[in-house]
Structure formats: structure tokens, C-alpha cells
């Protein structure tokens, strides 16, 4: 348990951090499952409505660090060919 005050604050600033990294990963997640339905379902016009409204979702967890720049980028890419080849 934290004892200084410096220590206290920063237990509930973390909590204030996960809460909202996990927030915005499970809306990530969302997102990529919205794109994934779209392509079992064969319909290419929503599975490219979904990829639009993903890809700045994926690429701003990138940049904000819930994941690897790289990986964000590859999962928008892996995202984009199968969306392509419907």
C-alpha cells in the first residue's frame, strides 16, 4: 500500500490510465469485430464502411500507445486486403 502522498496520487492516477486504455481498447476491438461480421457476411459495401470507420480507431491506438505503431499498421492493412478480396 502506498504510504507518501506523491505515492497515493499516483495509484489513482493509474487507475485513471487503465480505466481509459481499457476503454479504448475494448472500442478498438469493437470496431475491428464490426469489420470482421461485415466480411463473414459477405456484404463488401459494409465491410468498407466498417474499415473506414476502424482505421483511424486502430492507427490513433497506435499513436497513443495502447499498442505498437507497427502492429497498428498491420492490422489495418491485414483489415484492408480481406476486405478487398470480397
Not at 18 to 34: E, L, S, V
Request: a positive charge.
Amino acid at each position: 500500500m502506498a504510504n507518501t502522498s506523491s505515492a497515493k496520487k499516483m495509484v489513482r492516477k493509474i487507475e485513471r490510465r487503465t480505466a481509459r486504455n481499457r476503454d479504448q481498447k475494448t472500442r478498438m476491438r469493437t470496431f475491428i469485430r464490426r469489420v470482421d461480421e461485415a466480411i463473414a457476411g459477405g456484404d463488401k459495401a459494409a465491410a468498407e464502411t466498417a474499415l473506414r470507420a476502424a482505421q483511424p480507431v486502430i492507427a490513433r491506438a497506435g499513436q497513443k500507445g495502447l499498442m505498437h505503431k507497427k502492429t497498428a499498421s498491420r492490422k489495418i492493412s491485414r483489415l484492408s486486403k480481406r476486405v478487398s478480396t470480397i
